[in-house]
């Protein structure tokens, strides 16, 4: 039966019984629905909230300890000079300001070494071992500067004596502490780890980042705000965590308790766990209350819950309800009664469920849903036809970059033509020697080695902010700072890099293609945006910089280097990593010059070979540019000889060679012009 002969036998079958019984039905059916509107509407807005308490706790903890925690293993961690660590974690916790305290406690001593966040945002380095007296502490300035910090500390503090220590020792994985007093006095909880340097092997010590419940208080009255009402985090046992500001609170929190104790393992009615809308009574105060369950792959697990009085939701809906009862009487309500089971049976139910599945596709969540046949025809056409949406979309997304779409939806424009100017980071990854690779495996090998290598480079991106543009053959080109504002991109763009490739080299120790992955990297200017037809147009990026990126990756053949990057990436992408100054040269395509350095890893991460050959080759090349080609080419050529693989430097030697016995004109400044082309 069609929808619109329904409601008109529906109608007609109304208005023969009186005017009255019509309006009675309509306020049952509009009571009816605007009450599950509510409802759904604050039982989402909790469970957004809980999403985003997750985030603020489980993302920045989870991926600073997995750092922490691998580079240790790797011995890229210098733990053993706590100047240098303490720089390494004060700068981290720079970047995070969700963050109260990061540290590390050495499992044989007690040695401790933390930076935390004072009340003015500074960040104070705190270093003791136990027996040896109070902490010293110092505040490190933004320029890494260090000045003495005095307060008052407690002595021979031992963090193995604590139990966020004790925990992570005896697990294999983030353990989260219950809310305690910090040493600074301070209320908060903690996130800890150990690291060892085998899988069966002894904890050498203990990393941990924390955060203080005040600025979790903060995040909740953020959330109290949305819902109208009363917001808190509660341990799976019921106990409090903290909540936001009310002067109820206390009464609140021990009612949400005493109702998860009784029920610890809800759920609602599909299964997933978080709780159906729940009457609480507190004083004479009626609440509805909606709870979720969070638990991530780290560890952290808690309870997220909100709550509103039932009369501030339902106050103007039940106020129209008394005065539509006396104005409709016993036979109005019996006839709203059954007319409302009917429509809401045939009608209201499959859309209510039709709805809630939309609202999910609304928020990317693409799994498909068993939705039951309804006996109306257009409910079956929008259910089918909203299988057909998610299903395209399941495969747009392959297509196209998650994000880009997720931020598209969310702001409930169309995408149209259009562009902007940005400053980004670019960059460009080509395999060497591709040909020849497929030229050796079956195709169906080497397809399934390219999926794997790229899945890699480009959950890299993904987890430091980037975007990837396009794959083009064995290449790939990706950005950082858009769509999106990413502060310090050309920063996560080197450790993207790094992190990738150090990824994919331990990959094909397992007997997998030896990729070797040239890398090109420049900051600078671009257009960037939608660019195509109307019809159609692909997100991507326009300009110089790609450009010169591509150039870049190309010259690494010439210095045989794998990561090569322009002065303005070295220039902006701060103090984590080692660089060698390579030369100073103009790349076909391009007027003007750039300096052209190599990313040799992260700081701590490169041996003292490397780092002492890297000393010689800028010396030469300081040489080499100031015309003393003589000098120059005898320590190019001490280098050639420490490392003879050192394909920069043996080049240089033979430039040297060459400009001996040139006459240079006055204005040479040391630009070597390159003519190669992308290849």
Known sequence: MRLRTLLSLVLAVLLMITAGFIGGLGYASSHHAIRLFTEQKFALANGVSSREIADYLNDPANRLLDELSLRARRGMLNLKDDQALGLDLAERLRVNPNLAW?????????????????????????????????????????????????????????????????SAILADSTVWSEPYRFVDGVDGITASRAWRATDSGTPMGVFTVDFYLKDLEGLLNDVAHKINGFSAILEPD???????????????????????????????????????????????????????????????????????????????????????????????????????????????????????????????????E?????SVLEVNQLRDAS??????????????????????????????????????????????????????????????????????????????????????????????????????????????????????????????????????????????????????FAYTVLGDVVNVASRLENLNKVYGTQILASGEVWQHAGNDFEWRHLDRASVAGRTGSMDLYELMGLKDGVDEDRLF??????????????RSFFDARGIFAQVVER??????????????????????????DGVFVYNLKPG
């Open 643 to 668: 490392a003879p693989t050192d394909k920069a430097a043996l080049l240089m030697m033979t430039r040297c060679d060459h400009m001996i016995s040139r006459e240079l004109p006055p204005d040479w």
């Open 370 to 374: 068993n939705i039951p046949p309804s």
């Open 238 to 368: 019921g106990k409090l965590v903290c909540s936001s500001s009310d002067s109820d609170a206390p009464s609140l929190t021990t009612a949400l308790g005493a109702w998860v104790q009784t029920d610890p393992d809800f759920k609602n009615i599909n299964g997933h766990t978080s709780s159906h809308l729940v009457r609480i009574k507190v004083g004479e105060t009626i609440y509805l209350a909606a709870l979720d369950h969070v638990q991530t792959p780290s560890g952290l697990r808690c309870i997220v819950a909100g709550m509103e009085p039932e009369s501030v939701i339902f106050n103007e809906i039940n106020h129209a309800a008394s005065q539509m009862g006396l104005i409709g009487g016993v036979a109005g309500l019996t006839l709203a009664v059954l007319a409302g089971w009917f429509m809401g049976h045939r009608v209201s139910e499959p859309l209510r469920v039709l709805g809630n599945d939309l609202a999910k596709v609304g928020q990317f969540q693409l799994a498909p």
């Open 613 to 626: 050959n890297r000393k010689l080759y800028e010396e030469a090349l300081a040489l080499y540019f100031d």
């Open 387 to 536: 299988d057909r949406m998610k299903s395209g979309l399941r495969s747009f997304i392959k297509y196209v970059p998650d994000d880009l779409v997720r931020q598209l939806l969310s702001s409930g424009k169309e995408a149209v033509l259009g562009v902007e100017n940005r400053r980004l980071t670019v960059l460009f990854f080509d395999i060497e020697g591709f040909s020849s690779h497929s030229e050796k495996v079956a195709p169906n090998v080497l397809i399934r080695e390219m999926g794997d290598y790229f899945e890699i480079l480009s959950r890299r991106l993904r987890q430091h902010s980037g975007l990837i543009d396009k794959f083009i053959g064995d290449g790939l080109l990706g950005f950082f700072n858009a769509p999106l504002n990413v502060p310090h991109h050309e920063n996560l763009a080197c450790r993207a890099t790094l992190i990738g490739l150090q990824e994919i080299a331990m990959r094909q120790k397992d007997g997998r293609i030896p990729f070797r992955t040239r890398v090109g990297l420049h900051t600078g200017d671009v257009l960037v945006g939608n660019i195509g037809t109307p019809e159609r």
């Open 102 to 166: 990061i540290s590390y406690s050495d499992a044989k001593t007690g040695h401790f070494i933390g930076v935390r966040r004072t009340a003015d945002n500074d960040i104070v380095l705190n270093v003791s071992t136990p027996g040896q007296g109070p902490a010293l502490e110092e505040m490190i300035a933004r320029d890494g500067t260090e000045t003495p910090y005095h307060r008052s500390t407690p002595k021979n503090y031992d963090p193995r004596e604590r139990g966020w220590f004790k």
